[in-house]
Each structure stands twice: as structure tokens, then as C-alpha cells.
């Protein structure tokens, strides 16, 4: 089983709908938990980071997380053409001392005018 | 805030010479910085995490006399590909975090082919 698991996509939305992105993860007691856009040839951008259970709002941006279920989502209302972009889920994860950020596979999206 | 930089934001190289990437933390100091690559379609891979005044931790399977990593002041690091190879191109993105904060911030990213 993968650290940081996504459906690699590509998911494809309609402009004005809403996109649901999915990660799971494998350590129960990472904390922190993060999603990335990342544009083609560039390099990742932070859009969220989320702590707590429930939801975290950021403009068109949702954050989700349920730690129970180890299990973070990323909901992108009104979704825009420069939406479009690969999504990582990242997590902080100890490991061998110190903490380190685990990135999923990422999954491709794709705005539709 | 939070931004940081890297330089070059792209090399060409004769195979068997060494690049220098710098990565810089512009507006903050960076205690900690990490050094990833990416191959085309694939995610980010940790390198090597560098602490401001000691020496780089590598992952598993990173040659450490390959991929120098220095971390000499709060606001910089630097990877030095040593002997570089067609193989070694890719993309190379450093990140920053500030003390104890979660966060990292990523650099622009430097794209390096080995010819």
C-alpha cells in the first residue's frame, strides 16, 4: 500500500461544477496535511493545508479530513478553466526522526468550457 | 511572504560536469530545507533534507557523493550534481520551512538535461 494514495485521473469537469479530489493515507497518526496545484512544467503551489477534522474553507476551496477513516479530500466549487492543473495531497510523516512531507501520485484535472 | 527562489530555472550540461542549483527563502529563514526530483508524469521525490549548519540526511537510494547539498546560512541551500549523467536529468525543486511550522514552500524549480 502506497503512503499517500489518489486517483491519478484525469478527471474531467464541467466549467461551474464542482471537482472532488480524493487522497488517502497510510500513517494513523500523521497531522498535517496539505494539497498542492501543480501546473504543467512548474513547480507545486500550496492551496491548503488542513489540521483538524472536518472542513476547512478557502474561497471556491474546500479542505476536508477525517482522520478516522485517514482520508482528505480537496472540493473546488465554480471550477474554472485554470483550474485545471495536477492536485497533490501531500502528508507529514515521521519518519527515521524527523518529519517529512509523503506526496500521493497527484491527479490530473481537467476544467471543460 | 513565504517565497523562494531557485536558480537556474534551467541547465544544459555536457555529461561528466557538475551544476550547482541554488534555492533561496527570499522573505523568511528556512531551518529547514529539502531537495526533491521529478521525472516527467511522476511525483515528487524526496533527496535529501538539509538543516541550517549540519550535514544533509539523504533518502534511501540518493548518492550522497553525487548530490552535494549545503546549507550554509538560513536563507540558502545549494545541491551540487556531481559528474552529471543523461539520467540525472530532470526536474529538481528545492522547498523551505520556517522552525517548527508544517508548511513547505516550494521553489520555481530548475530543469536540468545532461546531454
Known amino acids: 500500500q502506497k503512503e499517500v494514495e489518489q486517483n491519478s485521473g484525469p478527471l474531467s469537469v464541467p466549467e461551474g461544477a464542482i471537482a472532488s479530489l480524493n487522497c488517502t493515507y497510510s500513517d494513523r497518526v500523521s497531522q498535517s496535511f496539505f494539497w498542492y496545484r501543480q501546473y504543467s512544467g512548474k513547480s507545486p503551489e500550496l492551496i491548503m493545508s488542513?489540521?483538524?477534522?472536518g472542513d476547512k474553507e478557502d474561497g471556491r476551496f474546500t479542505a476536508q479530513l477525517n482522520k478516522a477513516s485517514q482520508y482528505v479530500s480537496l472540493l473546488i466549487r465554480d471550477s474554472q478553466p485554470s483550474d485545471s492543473a495536477t492536485y497533490l495531497c501531500?502528508?507529514?510523516?515521521?519518519?527515521?526522526?524527523?518529519?517529512?512531507?509523503?506526496f500521493g501520485q497527484g491527479t490530473r484535472l481537467t476544467i471543460n468550457p | 511572504g513565504a517565497v523562494v527562489s531557485q536558480h537556474p530555472s534551467w541547465v544544459i550540461c555536457k555529461s561528466g560536469t557538475s551544476v550547482k542549483i541554488e534555492c533561496r527563502s527570499l522573505d523568511f529563514q528556512a531551518t529547514t530545507m529539502f531537495w526533491y526530483r521529478q521525472f516527467p508524469k511522476q511525483s515528487l521525490m524526496l533527496m535529501a533534507t538539509?538543516?541550517?549548519?549540519?550535514?544533509?540526511?539523504?533518502e534511501q537510494g540518493v548518492e550522497k557523493d553525487k548530490f552535494l547539498i549545503n546549507h550554509a546560512s538560513l536563507t540558502l541551500s545549494t545541491l551540487t550534481v556531481t559528474s552529471a549523467h543523461p539520467e540525472d536529468s530532470s526536474f529538481y525543486i528545492c522547498s523551505a520551512r520556517a522552525g517548527r511550522q508544517e508548511t513547505q514552500y516550494f521553489g520555481p524549480g530548475t530543469r536540468l538535461l545532461v546531454l
Open positions: 538539509s538543516n541550517e549548519g549540519s550535514k544533509a540526511t539523504y
Open positions: 501531500a502528508v507529514n510523516m515521521w519518519r527515521e526522526g524527523a518529519q517529512k512531507l509523503v
Open positions: 488542513i489540521y483538524s477534522n
